[in-house]
C-alpha cells in the first residue's frame, strides 16, 4: 500500500562534515553520520517512525550541489521559521527568499543556499 508519493531524499554535498555541522546548527539537531564505502559518505536527518528520511550525501562522481536546476526539497523548520532563518548566515548559508506566507491553508516558506551552495526551502505552519 502506497502512504505518500515520497519515501526518501538526498542533498548532494561536497564536504559532508562541513554540510553536517551547517544544518545541525540551523535546526539545533544531531545527524547520523554513515561511511558506506566507495568515497560515498552520508549525515542522516534524525526522522520519526511512519515518516520521510532523508540525508547528506558526499560522492565526487554521482551527486553534485545545484542552487539554479533539479528539484527544490522543503525541510521542516516548525515550529519557528523565522528562528531557523536567522541562523542560515551564521551558520555559512545565505537566504535568498525571506520567510513569507504560500498561503492561509498551506503556511509560510522560505529559500535558502545551504553550506554546499543546495538550493533548499524551508517551510512552517507559522
Known amino acids: ?3 505518500g508519493a515520497i519515501s526518501w531524499f538526498e542533498i548532494p554535498v561536497k564536504d ?3 554540510a553536517k555541522d551547517f544544518y ?3 535546526f539545533g539537531f ?3 553520520s554513515m561511511d558506506l564505502g566507495d ?3 552520508m549525515a542522516l536527518f534524525p526522522v520519526e517512525e511512519q515518516t520521510v528520511g532523508g540525508a547528506l550525501i558526499e560522492h ?3 551527486y553534485v550541489p545545484s542552487n539554479k536546476k533539479g528539484p527544490l ?3 521542516n523548520a516548525n515550529p519557528d521559521l523565522e ?3 536567522e541562523r542560515v548566515k551564521p551558520a555559512g548559508g545565505e537566504v535568498q527568499i525571506a520567510k513569507r506566507l504560500i498561503s492561509e491553508d498551506h503556511g509560510y516558506m522560505a529559500v535558502i543556499l545551504d553550506s554546499e551552495g543546495n538550493r533548499i526551502a524551508l517551510h512552517s505552519d507559522e
Open 16 to 18: 559532508i562534515q562541513r
Open 83 to 85: 528562528k531557523v532563518q
Open 73 to 75: 526539497v522543503y525541510l
Open 1 to 3: 500500500m502506497m502512504k
Open 24 to 26: 545541525e546548527d540551523i
Open 39 to 41: 568515497d560515498l559518505q
Open 60 to 62: 565526487s562522481d554521482w
Open 30 to 32: 544531531e545527524m547520523f
